[in-house]
């Protein structure tokens, strides 16, 4: 049979996916399954890495119950993942315990530590990202303190998309953009050993894994993992780069005027501009935010991201479900959502200020600090329940703003993906406070889409990038919406006062922690 097909496989925080698409970008079959991760005392989060797997393993059977022949179709297989996180594999291959995700939040007193330290500015201008509790270097250093005896087990130290990449050929690697951003130097894209050694963890670099280009590079399906899958060994199988990439990439990200920005709002928030050379990354005084290579030589994306997006909406959302279940009403998520966005573009602007640092892991960008937590400012009996949520849009939006403030300009116009994308009312709130047009990418699967687009490249099937997008993400690109300049010069307004309450904040946020510990 013709080869036509590309998979990609996004093994997300909540959701693991498989996608087919047609060598020129038309999805043509999505299976999907639970990512499961647990919770624990003392900030731990983990996940269950022989689980992943096999959830992995049956995605992509359940996609070739959907998509006729596809065993004999498919040309090549990506896969791209979660970001952070620590994932130990021994020298046979089998996990060290489970996987510490970009959820655990054990090392976030060290991770504060180092950035209030001497030495933080040098780890920020070597790797262009600020560190914070997510990362893995900083959760080896946690490891190395209070788990040795894990570490002293472990052969390589991976992350989510690496173990599956590992499980798919029996070759332990990292993509440029996760290598370089948690250890490497991103002018030369190759690791930087002092990065290990300001964080008092060289001795463990042996835990690191090569760095794979997957636009240049793949490698073949094992035996296993065609009997486990079902796809025929041998295929190729490329490492894509992080998920915030691939869906950057898959997003719109790439233009060749350089002045597109996209913001991906899914459970966190990410804020991107990309950068054409080394020399054009604008590194702020605050030490925080991402700088990811891009698959593409001397590119790159500057990223900032707000710790929790969707999960302020989720969160507020249940609040509404326990509060009808006080009063003995059933309630669904769902219908309570699809209830909310009338509700919301036609709610009072500006009633209330939200700040949405819900996550008990607090902020990473544009400033870091793991005491942050969310607030409402500016309450009285005149804010209504709609308001309320109203609040909280345009709290995802002010930290929208704040984030790309700290990467210089805001571009000309915000590509915006991830599943919040798909509302109206939180699109024209961003255009309004950003004062710039915003389109939504109508692909839904930006994430699997930007890891086959790699494999595309990879494969030969395209010369660069920029060829790839033309393909692949022109089609999918939206309608713009403009922003109104009423608004735009009002909310101008409130984000200088949201600005000023965060500023003004730390002091009570740390206040907060200690009267926490103290109570527990």
């Not at 998520?333 to 602007?349: I, K, M, N, Q, S």
């Amino acid at each position: 049979m013709t080869r036509d097909l590309i998979i990609g496989i996004d093994a997300g925080t909540s959701v693991l996916k498989s996608v087919a698409f047609t060598l020129d970008g038309v999805q043509v079959g999505m299976a999907s399954r639970p990512n499961c991760y647990v919770r624990s005392r003392g900030g731990c989060v983990e996940q269950d890495m022989r689980r992943t797997w096999h959830e992995a393993t049956q995605t992509l059977c359940d996609l070739a119950a959907i998509v006729p022949g596809l065993a004999g179709r498919v040309a090549g297989l990506a896969v791209t993942g979660q970001g952070d996180g620590c994932w130990l594999i021994d020298a046979e291959g089998e996990p060290v315990g489970d996987a510490l995700i970009w959820l655990d939040s054990r090392a976030a007193e060290m991770a504060a530590s180092f950035v209030a330290g001497p030495d933080h500015a040098a780890h920020y201008a070597t790797t262009g990202t600020g560190l914070n509790a997510c990362q893995q270097s900083i959760q080896l250093a946690w490891l190395q303190r209070h788990q040795p005896e894990r570490l002293a087990s472990a052969a390589n130290a991976l992350h989510c998309k690496d173990w599956l990449y590992f499980k798919l050929t029996g070759k332990a690697a990292v993509d440029p953009s996760e290598g370089l951003f948690t250890y490497g130097d991103f002018r030369t894209r190759g690791y930087a050993p002092a990065v290990a050694e300001r964080l008092g963890i060289a001795r463990q670099t042996h835990l690191l894994p090569d760095i794979v280009d997957g636009a240049h590079a793949h490698h073949g399906l094992t035996d296993q993992a065609a009997a486990d899958t079902g796809l025929p060994s041998g295929l190729p199988v490329v490492l894509g780069y992080v998920d915030v990439v691939c869906s950057a990439i898959g997003g719109g990200l790439y233009d060749a005027t350089g002045t597109v920005g996209c913001s991906i709002i899914g459970s966190t928030g990410m804020h991107m501009r990309m950068a054409q050379s080394a020399d054009s990354v604008f590194l702020n005084a605050a030490c925080s935010g991402y700088t990811m290579a891009l698959p593409e030589t001397g590119l790159y994306a500057q990223i900032q991201s707000n710790m929790a997006a969707t999960v302020n909406i989720d969160w507020l959302v249940e609040m509404a479900r326990q509060a009808c279940a006080m009063a003995g009403i059933e309630s669904h998520r769902d219908a309570l959502l699809a209830g909310v966005e009338a509700h919301v573009a036609a709610a009072t602007p500006g009633s209330s200020l939200y700040h949405p640092y819900i996550l008990q892991a607090g902020e990473r960008g544009p400033f870091m600090n793991a005491d942050a937590r969310a607030q409402f400012t500016g309450l009285s009996t005149n804010t209504t329940f709609a308001g309320l949520f109203r609040a909280v849009y345009e709290g995802l939006a002010f930290a929208a703003r704040d984030c790309y403030g700290a990467m210089g300009t805001i571009p000309d116009e915000i590509r915006v993906t991830g599943g919040a994308a798909r509302s109206a009312a939180l699109l024209q709130i961003l255009a309004d406070t950003l004062n710039t047009p915003v389109r939504r990418v109508t692909r839904e699967e930006t994430g699997a889409a930007g890891a086959a687009m790699i494999a595309a490249m990879s494969l030969g099937l395209h010369s660069s990038l920029a060829a790839c997008a033309d393909v692949w993400v022109t089609p999918a690109l939206g309608a713009l919406t403009a922003p109104d300049p009423k608004l735009s010069r009002f909310y101008s307004e409130l984000f200088s006062i949201y600005r000023s309450v965060r500023e003004a904040m730390p002091p009570v946020w740390t206040a907060l922690a200690q009267a926490r510990e103290v109570n527990t």
